[in-house]
């Protein structure tokens, strides 16, 4: 069974600064897809970036974006010049590339912006 | 134009009762699948249906019985209401990866809060 680790139960960081969220997963597939989540307190999820595994270039959207190991089964997020409206939780998944697969999630990291 | 959307937002009931939740999604998606968020957060898969075919069941309890009248819908209804299915229940969609794309991010709608007192 797929099992996505996130450590790092709350971080935070001074607005402007880099922040990185970390993520750790475990299978025995090749092909799968990683994704990052956003959850503001809306209680919206809202995808941030996600990272096709059969991909050695890590995926960048704006201000974000991915260190993917395979090897290492690590999956990171970078968020740079970090702003108030990046506080959420933010979640990590992990999904199979073939089929309707579901999404196993990690257990979610609080990030908290400091003015 | 909302994409995913979940009625109600919110439902506060007693426990013992019967309720419903509904999920509608315009983006012409094939896969519908419901989560739930517990007090800690966590989201965890409970049902799938891709073309009103049921195709993912994880292990939840048969008080949970989700319907697709079309794939455009798909509904959970919860009989017997009990104080651990207080949650926050996400319906989400995304397209059939069988149609011979790559996976498609699944898109969430805002959730629905449901409280049993």
């Known amino acids: 069974a797929q099992t996505v680790t996130q450590s790092q139960p709350e971080m935070s960081v001074q607005e402007a600064e880099t922040v990185t969220l970390s993520c750790t997963y475990d299978t025995s597939e090749s092909d799968y897809y990683l994704f990052w989540y956003k959850q503001p307190p809306s209680r919206q999820m809202i995808l941030v970036i996600r990272q096709e595994a059969y991909k050695q270039q890590n995926a960048t959207e704006n201000r974000f974006s991915v260190n993917f190991q395979k090897a290492a089964k690590s999956f990171s997020l970078k968020i740079s010049d970090s702003q108030l409206g990046d506080a959420a939780m933010y979640f990590c998944a992990y999904g199979l590339n073939f089929g309707n697969e579901k999404l196993t999630f990690g257990t979610g990291t609080r990030l908290t912006i400091i003015p | 134009d909302t994409a995913v959307s979940q009625t109600p937002k919110y439902l506060v009931t007693q426990m013992g009762n019967d309720k419903s939740i509904k999920c509608e999604q315009n983006l012409g998606h094939d896969t519908m ?51 651990g299915d207080s949650a926050v229940y996400f319906c989400a969609s995304s397209q059939d990866v069988s149609q011979g794309l790559s996976n498609q991010p699944q898109h969430f709608g805002d959730g629905t809060r449901l409280s049993i007192l």
């Open chain 2, 33 to 83: 699948y419901w989560y739930k968020q517990d007090s800690k957060k966590f989201l965890k898969i409970m049902f799938s249906y891709n073309n009103k075919e049921l195709i993912i069941n994880e292990t939840v309890p048969n008080r949970f019985s989700p319907k697709s009248p079309d794939k455009a819908h798909l509904n959970l209804h919860i009989n017997s209401l009990e104080l």
